[in-house]
């Protein structure tokens, strides 16, 4: 049985007008980076509920959460009018699979991320554990415009962390910004764009692909490097080359 608890918002960062973040102290149970809790708040005599990845890492007592404000949402608009000190339910212990200890060995592990599924990612790098069964770790965040990048100071200081093991590409694709590719992500990596421009090949015999975010990139992604890389999804029974999570 689910065991809600209360937690305190202690900060909420509002990156652009449906872009924020939830910074909340809660007594959880220990969690897996990479792993989701389910937030929760009473509206109009309904307990409404969500589940969104943690995007620090476990050792840090900072539960935070990277949300997008659904117009017509039950939730989010709520959530997003949290303001410090108010009170939210989540769940006491962390949910999901999307976590490094599921994934081989191999030379380069790729993380492609649409929108607020950076977070998992975010978690994984800033514990720093289990990494160094990879040499090379490729982190990619798409975004519509480049002021949805709300992480990417935070990006920048892991890529400096980790030196030459970890590269950040970022990917817009709804108008053209300095450093970052323009498209989407299946097109970049069937034309060749983004392995050009991180300069890592991305092949069944040397990757790893994690795929957080939009449910239609990550099936369509998964279908291109199944058709084109001779890549598979993965299972503990039946390893393969892509581990996948659809975000909504």
Request: aromatic share 8%; hydrophobic share 40%; with cysteine.
């Amino acid at each position: 049985m689910t065991k809600w608890i209360t937690g305190k918002v202690i900060q909420i960062k509002h990156w652009t007008d449906s872009l924020f973040s939830l910074i909340i102290h809660a007594p959880i149970a220990p969690f897996t980076a990479g792993q989701f809790a389910k937030l929760s708040l009473e509206i109009n005599g309904e307990k409404v509920q969500r589940a969104y990845s943690y995007v620090n890492a476990p050792s840090n007592e900072n539960l935070e959460f990277y949300l997008v404000t659904v117009p017509e949402g039950k939730l989010s608009p709520s959530l997003r009018e949290l303001q410090s000190g108010d009170s939210v339910m989540l769940t006491k212990e962390a949910a999901g699979f999307f976590v490094l200890d599921k994934i081989l060995p191999c030379e380069n592990l790729w993380m492609l991320a649409t929108g607020t599924a950076l977070g998992p990612y975010l978690s994984i790098l800033e514990q720093g554990e289990g990494l160094d069964r990879f040499k090379q770790i490729i982190l990619v965040h798409a975004t519509r415009f480049a002021h949805d990048l709300s992480y990417l100071p935070q990006m920048l200081e892991l890529q400096n962390r980790y030196n030459c093991k970890l590269r950040i590409q970022t990917v817009v694709s709804r108008e053209q910004a300095s450093g970052s590719l323009t498209g989407r992500i299946p097109a970049l990596i069937s034309d060749g764009s983004l392995e050009a421009a991180v300069n890592v090949e991305l092949d069944a015999k040397s990757s790893h692909v994690m795929l957080c975010g939009n449910p239609q990139m990550v099936r369509d992604t998964q279908q291109l490097l199944k058709d084109s890389r001779g890549m598979y999804k993965h299972f503990e029974r039946n390893p393969g080359h892509i581990t996948s999570e659809h975000y909504w």
